[in-house]
């Protein structure tokens, strides 16, 4: 069943909202429910990763396939038990994930749809999916989705800051040294002009563990992200460089399911998680209130994702479980 969005934004009286009958949709781990600590969705919205906390064991990753439910793979960190997860996840197409550790010397791996793991020779935190997910890329070059090397670094004499998804499908965005370029993996990068202030990117958590990886805008126009020096605030910057704005909450997750919609997974001490939508460019995302989706009665949000094709938002929970909410 899909909400209408005002069924999903209605405005009530204080402790009022009507309840939206959120609908689970797996528990990817068999055992004792465990909190979960992050969700990524594929870019078609097919697949969904989930990593949950194992209770002092070893953190449990999963991939789901969205259309029947099925889970295609588990794999249990053997590092760190009890602690955030140490990667980074980006997933391709057919459910292929990236995990990308934190810091410049951290490993970059590639997980297949069928579970495999292989290391990428010369990856780096940056790493990404191009739009259609048949290649990905970064500063050490090109893969293919089976990890195959298809070129190498595409600016070998600049400092690359950023990797964006692409204007186009099979294309990446690079920042470097406040250049804006396109890139399909294959031939020299093309300028587009100058890109986002270099200034701004450093006061981003671009490689370093926050609450959540920075998140891109689905056409790679605007990106949120953790500010460095607090990592309680989110900036969201534009790829011209002329738009800061701040989301004017403690936020714990970001995701967004357009261009211009991004929703926030709030942090409120010990209350459960409001979850709000914000637009950019308007009164809402400027510091105006927003309003919270309803939420079942204890059940403490704790990561949040967005799936674009068809928009629908997932979201875990400290109780262990994985909720979608569909999207007009």
Same mark, same amino acid.
């Given at each position: 069943?899909?909400?209408?969005?005002?069924?999903?934004l209605d405005e009530h009286e204080p402790g009022a909202m009507r309840p939206v009958p959120l609908r689970p949709v797996q528990r990817p781990v068999s055992s004792a429910p465990h909190p979960i600590r992050r969700l990524e969705v594929s870019e078609d919205?097919?697949?969904?990763?989930?990593?949950?906390?194992?209770?002092?064991?070893?953190?449990?990753?999963? =991939?789901?396939?969205?259309?029947?439910?099925?889970?295609?793979?588990?794999? !249990?960190?053997?590092?760190?038990? %009890?602690? $955030?997860?140490?990667?980074?996840? !980006?997933?391709?197409?057919? %459910?292929a994930a990236l995990l990308l550790g934190f810091g410049p010397d951290a490993p970059a791996q590639l997980l297949s749809p069928s579970g495999a793991l292989s290391l990428v020779e010369g990856g780096d935190p940056e790493l990404r999916w191009a739009p259609g997910g048949r290649w990905f890329g970064g500063a050490g070059g090109a893969w293919s989705a089976d990890g195959d090397r298809l070129g190498g670094?595409? =600016?070998?004499?600049?400092?690359?800051?950023?990797?964006? &998804?692409?204007?186009?499908?099979?294309? =990446? !965005?690079?920042?470097?040294?406040?250049?804006?370029?396109?890139?399909?993996? *294959?031939t020299p990068p093309a300028s587009e002009g100058l890109g &986002?202030?270099?200034?701004?990117?450093? *006061?981003?958590?671009?490689?370093e563990e926050g609450y959540f990886p920075p998140r891109p805008a689905p056409d790679g126009q605007h990106l949120a992200a953790h500010d460095r020096l607090d990592p #309680? !605030?989110?900036?969201?910057?534009?790829?011209d460089g002329e738009e800061r704005e701040e989301v004017?909450?403690?936020?714990?997750?970001?995701?967004? #399911? #357009? $261009?211009?919609?991004?929703?926030?997974?709030?942090a409120n001490g010990e209350a459960p998680?409001?979850?709000?939508?914000?637009?950019? *460019? #308007?009164?809402?995302?400027?510091?105006?209130?927003?309003?919270?989706?309803?939420?079942? *009665? %204890?059940?403490?949000?704790?990561?949040?994702?967005?799936?674009?094709?068809?928009?629908a938002l997932y979201v875990g929970t400290e109780e262990g479980n994985v909720y979608r909410i569909d999207l007009p």
């Open positions: 069943m899909k909400y209408a969005l005002d069924e999903l919205g097919a697949f969904l990763f989930v990593a949950r906390e194992g209770g002092g064991e070893p953190l449990a990753y999963s =991939l789901i396939n969205l259309r029947d439910g099925e889970t295609r793979w588990e794999y !249990r960190d053997p590092c760190c038990a %009890g602690s $955030p997860p140490r990667w980074s996840v !980006r997933l391709g197409a057919d %459910g670094p595409p =600016l070998p004499e600049a400092e690359l800051n950023l990797v964006l &998804p692409g204007p186009r499908e099979g294309t =990446l !965005r690079l920042v470097a040294d406040g250049v804006l370029y396109t890139w399909d993996g *294959q &986002p202030d270099v200034n701004d990117l450093n *006061q981003a958590r671009l490689t #309680s !605030r989110v900036r969201v910057l534009s790829l004017p909450a403690f936020v714990r997750a970001v995701a967004w #399911s #357009s $261009p211009t919609a991004l929703w926030a997974l709030v998680g409001e979850i709000t939508r914000v637009e950019l *460019q #308007s009164r809402d995302f400027a510091g105006g209130p927003a309003t919270p989706l309803p939420w079942p *009665q %204890g059940e403490r949000a704790s990561a949040l994702a967005a799936a674009i094709k068809p928009p």
